[in-house]
């Protein structure tokens, strides 16, 4: 700023930058490196923090809460059989049906391939997690169409249960993913 001799301002100076495209670059860098491309759900990184933080909550408010691990069962058949398209569309509507028969406060991502995860916080008891295993089978009771074809998927489920089954991320997956190979 320039000043007049009697100090006000006489005129600026100054740069300026359209910054809308850095600003476009990095909201596509965050969503690259916590949101799946193929879903738009949270990608594993931003679910383990998620998880982490429905843990530390649920710890100091004395709630329960539940981890539920999903796979869909037979989709390398499906991929392999009907083409990678049809996989990805598959796995994009298993994501809006999870989404659909869950609550908005429930966390619904996908980690990888066909395996997806769920986080259930406040959860009063752990029959309570056995009617919302009911509503995410439920998802799955209608076919899905995919390339012009009506085809019945099955999800196999695991379910851990905070404080009883673990009281960490990694043991409570790790149960979470034990039931749901059992």
């Not at 359209?18 to 916590?34: A, C, M, N, V």
């Not at 609550?103 to 986080?119: H, Q």
């Amino acid at each position: 700023i320039e000043y007049n001799p009697d100090g006000s301002p006489a005129r600026t100076r100054g740069i300026m930058q359209d910054i809308t495209e850095l600003k476009s670059y990095q909201r596509q860098l965050h969503e690259l490196s916590f949101f799946d491309s193929l879903t738009q759900l949270p990608n594993r990184a931003l679910f383990i923090d998620r998880f982490r933080q429905a843990l530390s909550d649920a710890t100091w408010h004395q709630h329960c809460l539940g981890v539920m691990m999903l796979d869909l069962d037979r989709f390398k058949q499906i991929n392999d059989s009907l083409g990678h398209g049809v996989g990805d569309e598959l796995l994009k509507q298993t994501a809006l049906r999870l989404k659909e028969a869950l609550r908005d406060y429930d966390t619904v991502a996908r980690l990888s391939g066909d395996e997806f995860a769920i986080i259930l916080p406040e959860v009063r008891q752990a029959t309570d997690l056995g009617v919302i295993a009911g509503k995410v089978v439920k998802a799955f009771a209608h076919p899905f169409n995919l390339a012009g074809r009506s085809v019945v998927v099955t999800a196999s489920l695991g379910i851990a249960f905070f404080p009883d089954d673990g009281k960490g991320v990694d043991e409570l997956l790790q149960y979470a993913d034990a039931a749901l190979y059992h």
